[in-house]
Nanobody, 123 residues
């Protein structure tokens, strides 16, 4: 498995931007599809975005489409989530996740998770 550490969360005003990073340790990062999920206390963890092993294919939740961009740098073993036009409803703990093989959008399909980073958007 791969170990994941997120960073870049924080407090931002509505309409602002943040970029989350997820650094992966372990071997063969490029064999993993990567995803971002988020969770609000008391609610289920939900899919945000995913990127394929080579970075060419991406999928987004409808709620973030056009505002968030997922990307990866396999040379740096890092995946990013650029979040623009943030809204108060984007407030959550954001988790990075990895799975071998093709992309997926279900939490159960991912087998490695980071510890999460808090994103708070004020109105």
């Amino acid at each position: 498995q791969v170990q994941l550490v997120e960073s870049g969360g924080g407090l931002v005003q509505a309409g602002g931007s943040l970029r989350l990073s997820c650094a992966a340790s372990g071997r063969m990062f490029s064999t993993y599809s990567m995803g971002w999920f988020r969770q609000v206390l008391g609610k289920e963890r939900e899919f945000v975005a995913t990127v394929s092993r080579g970075g060419l294919t991406t999928y987004y939740a409808d709620s973030v489409k056009g505002r968030f961009t997922i990307s990866r740098d396999n040379a740096k073993n890092t995946v990013y989530l650029q979040m623009d036009s943030l809204k108060p409803e984007d407030t959550a703990v954001y988790y990075c996740a990895a799975k071998r093989g093709t992309t997926a959008t279900m939490t159960g399909d991912f087998d490695s998770w980071g510890q999460g980073t808090q994103v708070t958007v004020s109105s």
